[in-house]
């Protein structure tokens, strides 16, 4: 089952964008690096309503495109940050710390069948 296209007229857009701001429109669309319009990025680190912000709307939303991330967040970071920190932070599932027993005993037995060559020749 294919999606139905609706086709606006010209007059019908623009009764659409009437109170709507273009630039905030296309800054919200865009995913490319070059879509920051001189936007100051925060630096530094992460504050916990900001991890917070960040957690609720990729939980929330669909991941498109990292660049895009941050301005739909409400967060004045770059999208790399954004991803960085979910990345190595905030993804659920997320194990940090010590291996197993069990995990340390696989690793081993997997170096002993594979070596130390990543490489198949």
């Given at each position: 089952?294919?999606?139905?296209?609706?086709?606006?007229?010209?007059?019908?857009?623009?009764?659409?964008?009437?109170?709507?701001?273009?630039?905030?429109?296309?800054?919200?669309?865009?995913?490319?690096?070059?879509?920051?319009?001189?936007?100051?990025?925060?630096?530094?680190?992460?504050?916990?309503?900001?991890?917070?912000?960040?957690?609720?709307?990729?939980?929330?939303?669909?991941?498109?495109?990292?660049?895009?991330?941050?301005?739909?967040?409400?967060?004045?970071?770059?999208?790399?940050?954004?991803?960085?920190?979910?990345?190595?932070?905030?993804?659920?599932?997320l194990k940090r710390g010590m291996?197993?027993?069990?995990?340390?005993?696989?690793?081993?037995?997997?170096?002993?069948?594979?070596?130390?060559?990543?490489?198949?020749?």
């Amino acid at each position: 089952m294919s999606p139905s296209l609706t086709i606006l007229t010209a007059d019908a857009f623009e009764c659409r964008l009437e109170n709507f701001s273009w630039e905030i429109y296309e800054l919200k669309m865009r995913c490319k690096s070059s879509a920051n319009l001189t936007l100051k990025h925060k630096k530094g680190l992460w504050s916990p309503d900001e991890d917070q912000k960040l957690r609720d709307y990729i939980l929330n939303h669909d991941l498109g495109c990292w660049s895009s991330v941050p301005i739909n967040a409400g967060l004045q970071r770059s999208g790399k940050s954004c991803r960085l920190r979910w990345t190595n932070y905030l993804r659920p599932g997320l194990k940090r710390g010590m291996f197993t027993t069990h995990e340390e005993q696989v690793i081993l037995t997997l170096h002993g069948m594979l070596g130390n060559n990543r490489k198949q020749q």
